[in-house]
């Protein structure tokens, strides 16, 4: 299947590779035109401009946009709503706010247009571990594209298979769900971040009581000089909480035991602070995932070691770069 990718930063251009590793055919653009090179020597099609992407496109078009939120976004999803023609469809793969692409999607609907938010997860892992991705747009419209969602996704793998109810959709199985209509995908990936929030919290305030037990405010008696890196790596071995932040944790701390390279400075990217407005919105208590959200703001003024660790899983599963000492 022919897909159109704008943005080719470090998930944009792992999408690439993973399609056409599966035979579909890409047709690039980026404002730096060195990765649209890079892949065109792999067997992409570079373009050299938005309108040079939607001519090389084979109609109806399909063109994935995988840029920052927000302006970035917006500007060049009105571009190619602009370039496109009826029947072609635009999909959104970022971390778009929700009502964004309900907004977006109404105003394209009037030019015969689809659109397709698609909550992406996988970071920069996603090339050799797949994408999982929450869809949400018109069924017709999400089932044609099936092929590429199909190839990005991890497949079945070898994580034991849930027993689920006959008739039971088994997309879901190999790693991607049509959620619902338009703004649906994001959302479900909204309230999938602030969850992450929540998880990376949980382990870096653990460690960082793991870490205190050896300070010198506690009585020599009770003094344990604890191995960190080891202790995580013994938690991914059967233990309740061994997840893929743990795994990201224990190379971390197998790396750089101290954590001296990172400041414990943490972002916020939005969808936190999305999952908390929803909360208040539908008047559901979310206190875990405020508090964590809350700690990356303190994070910003008082650093301690578990901020630290927070920033090595962030730099583990999507290469963000935090600042450094």
């Known amino acids: 299947?022919?897909?159109g990718v704008i943005g080719l930063g470090r998930m944009g251009a792992n999408i690439v590779r993973r399609l056409m590793k599966d035979g579909h055919h890409c047709v690039v653009w980026d404002r730096d035109p060195k990765p649209g090179q890079e892949l065109a020597a792999d067997g992409a099609t570079a373009a050299d401009s938005l309108e040079d992407l939607v001519s090389k496109l084979d109609r109806p078009r399909a063109a994935w946009v995988m840029l920052p939120a927000g302006g970035p976004t917006d500007d060049t999803v009105a571009k190619l709503g602009e370039l496109m023609e009826s029947g072609d469809v635009i999909l959104?793969?970022?971390?778009?706010?929700?009502r964004d692409d309900i907004r977006r999607a109404a105003a394209l609907s009037s030019r015969g247009l689809s659109y397709v938010d698609v909550g992406t997860s996988g970071g920069v892992w996603g090339l050799e571990r797949g994408y999982c991705m929450m869809i949400g747009g018109e069924k017709?419209?999400?089932d044609r594209l099936d092929p590429i969602f199909a190839s990005l996704a991890p497949g079945l793998g070898d994580i034991p298979r849930t027993k689920r109810p006959d008739g039971a959709d088994p997309r879901v199985e190999r790693g991607y769900i049509h959620t619902g209509p338009v703004g649906s995908g994001h959302f479900v990936k909204m309230v999938h971040n602030g969850i992450e929030y929540g998880l990376m919290q949980a382990y870096a305030e653990g460690v960082d009581i793991l870490k205190g037990k050896g300070g010198e405010t506690i009585p020599q008696t009770d003094r344990f000089d604890l191995n960190l890196g080891d202790i995580a790596e013994v938690w991914r071995r059967g233990s309740v909480i061994s997840s893929w932040l743990l795994d990201l944790s224990a190379q971390a701390l197998a790396d750089h035991p101290s954590l001296d390279e990172f400041t414990g400075v943490v972002a916020d990217s939005g969808e936190g602070r999305w999952t908390v407005e929803a909360a208040v919105e539908e008047a559901v208590p979310a206190d875990v995932?405020?508090?964590a959200l809350y700690a990356r703001f303190r994070s910003r003024q008082?650093?301690?070691f578990g901020e630290k660790l927070l920033s090595a899983m962030r730099h583990g599963f999507g290469g963000h770069i935090e600042e450094k000492v």
């Open 140 to 142: 017709a419209v999400v």
């Open 289 to 291: 995932l405020t508090a």
């Open 92 to 98: 959104d793969g970022g971390n778009t706010f929700y």
């Open 302 to 304: 008082i650093h301690t």
């Open 1 to 3: 299947m022919q897909l």
